[in-house]
């Protein structure tokens, strides 16, 4: 029920951090420009009042999604459970040796055999017996 409320407050800070975001002005004009150009006789909010509100209010509506995302990530509802997933799982993790150097005999090497001829010879070679059709 808190993750849910918490994800509803972090859409509408997104939303309005979307709109906040698209209003400032940019290289040249902008809201704040449209306004301060459109008023007559510097009445209202000016160029420089315009661009800080829009400025201060991007700073806390970052930091509001930063807080509120950390607060979902411990407001989830984890069902209860102690344990990973691996340990869910019932994989078991392999028991390491000590002090066993020579592992050679006990696991198969990483490197496939040679295919071998009847001969017993491997086939690998460039320069065999197999025809020759150059």
């Given at each position: 029920?808190?993750?849910?409320?918490?994800?509803?407050?972090?859409?509408?800070?997104?939303?309005?951090?979307?709109?906040?975001?698209?209003l400032q002005p940019g290289q040249g004009g902008g809201?704040?420009?449209?306004?301060?150009?459109?008023?007559?006789?510097?009445?209202?909010?000016?160029?420089?009042?315009?661009?800080?509100?829009?400025?201060?209010?991007?700073?806390?509506?970052?930091?509001?999604?930063?807080?509120?995302?950390?607060?979902?990530?411990?407001?989830?509802?984890?069902?209860?459970?102690?344990?990973?997933?691996?340990?869910?799982?019932?994989?078991?993790?392999?028991?390491?040796?000590?002090?066993?150097?020579?592992?050679?005999?006990?696991?198969?090497?990483?490197?496939?055999?040679?295919?071998?001829?009847?001969?017993?010879?491997?086939?690998?070679?460039?320069?065999?017996?197999?025809?020759?059709?150059?």
């Amino acid at each position: 029920m808190l993750y849910n409320i918490i994800l509803v407050l972090i859409v509408l800070v997104c939303i309005l951090l979307t709109i906040v975001v698209l209003l400032q002005p940019g290289q040249g004009g902008g809201l704040s420009g449209g306004l301060a150009g459109g008023m007559q006789g510097g009445a209202g909010l000016g160029a420089r009042r315009t661009a800080d509100l829009l400025s201060k209010s991007t700073s806390v509506l970052g930091g509001a999604l930063l807080v509120l995302s950390l607060l979902a990530n411990f407001a989830i509802d984890r069902g209860g459970t102690s344990e990973s997933a691996v340990q869910e799982s019932g994989v078991e993790v392999p028991v390491q040796q000590q002090n066993n150097f020579d592992n050679s005999s006990q696991s198969p090497s990483a490197v496939p055999d040679m295919p071998q001829n009847q001969d017993g010879n491997n086939d690998a070679g460039g320069s065999g017996s197999d025809g020759g059709n150059n």
